[in-house]
């Protein structure tokens, strides 16, 4: 199952900014390179989202929905895709 959710600015700037020591997943995220997330690293995916919902104001609605989105990939088995080429 294809599902699509584009990042608005403000997010991708902050997931830019992640800090690898709080957002070792997160931080690895850039904008020339795929990042593919699967089984346990899904469980640790959810966990710095919830961290960076709670970390921000006014984007914790997009990272809820991001967590809500890796959740369902979870319990479907399914991966999710991290494609900053996609415009």
Excluded: N
Excluded at 29 to 38: A, M, R, W
Excluded at 44 to 62: C, H, P, Q, V, Y
């Amino acid at each position: 199952m294809l599902k699509v959710i584009k990042i608005p600015s403000g997010a991708i700037s902050m997931l830019l900014d992640a800090k690898p020591k709080d957002y070792p997943l997160l931080s690895e995220l850039c904008l020339d390179d795929y990042g593919l997330y699967s089984g346990e690293q899904l469980d640790r995916l959810r966990i710095e989202l919830k961290d960076m919902s709670r970390a921000t104001k006014g984007m914790d609605g997009f990272f809820c929905s991001l967590d809500a989105f890796a959740l369902e990939a979870r319990v479907l088995g399914e991966s999710v895709l991290f494609d900053p080429f996609r415009g």
